[in-house]
């Protein structure tokens, strides 16, 4: 496709001092390597970029025009221009260094998979409330109920550490389970659509809002491991098998300082 096929091109693109969408940033390289003249709009604020996907709908910026036509995103401008799209610049690292962190937690206090759970979900809640709007921002782009009620992406985190504490201390089981059942359900619903229904190729807000961990099957395998452990948990409460961690926790001392008073 020939360049210069696009006239009065037009590019919308979120730039705010929080967050530089790094796809907008990408179509403009791309645009300015081709010779391509183009009006760079910046959408500022979240209230811009909300306004301007509902005008148009669409789910994400940047979103490129020529003249009338809407040509898409940046992997449809490079589609047109006929080039080769970059990829996103991913990293595992923060998943990988959370996930094995709660790992060697769970070792050390021999709390086996439900102390993996509750230390993962309280490390993955403490790095989202580290920048709680930038999380949030990041996580309505894909998951469900954000898009359609705004303030659950900032009641999120606090949720997940509830849930992570829960497993922790064994206390209130019912109310643990049932959260965490509703989380990792809706949760992975989302990523599913996002990923292999929708094909949006986006960084994933579990980690934080300004992670470069993609989404998809790590995003998916966590929700699934929630939802299958809060079904668990249920289950156990409503069978009365519930044993608190906390309890499991204090018996060694106990033996101890039984010993040491003989």
């Given at each position: ?226 939802a299958l452990m809060g079904g668990a948990l249920i289950y156990s409460a409503a069978t009365g098998e519930v044993e608190s961690a906390k309890v499991r926790e204090i018996e060694p001392a ?9």
């Open positions: 496709m020939n360049s210069t096929t696009l006239e009065k091109v037009r590019v919308y693109r979120m730039s705010t001092p929080e967050h530089e969408c790094p796809w907008g940033l990408k179509t403009i390289n791309l645009l300015n390597d081709k010779g391509i003249e183009f009006e760079d709009n910046k959408l500022t604020s979240r209230e811009e970029v909300d306004d301007f996907k509902a005008k148009h709908h669409v789910e994400t910026t940047p979103q490129i025009f020529s003249g009338d036509e809407r040509i898409g995103g940046y992997t449809d401008l490079a589609e047109k221009l006929d080039v080769e799209a970059e990829g996103a610049d991913y990293s595992y690292t923060p998943v990988i260094a959370v996930f094995s962190s709660a790992g060697l937690m769970a070792l050390a206090t021999t709390m086996g998979l439900t102390g993996f759970m509750g230390f993962s979900l309280s490390l993955l809640a403490t790095l989202k409330l580290m920048d709680i709007e930038s999380f949030a921002e990041s996580f309505e782009k894909y998951d469900l109920i954000t898009k359609r009620i705004k303030p659950y992406g900032k009641v999120y985190p606090f949720a997940e550490l509830a849930i992570g504490l829960g497993f922790l201390s064994g206390i209130a089981p019912l109310v643990t389970g049932i959260t965490s059942l509703f989380i990792g359900v809706s949760g992975g619903i989302s990523v599913i659509k996002a990923v292999y229904i929708d094909k949006l190729a986006l960084n994933c807000a579990c980690v934080g809002g300004n992670s470069k961990a993609p989404l998809g099957i790590v995003s998916f395998t966590e929700n699934a491991i929630m106990a033996v101890v300082q039984v010993q040491n008073d003989r």
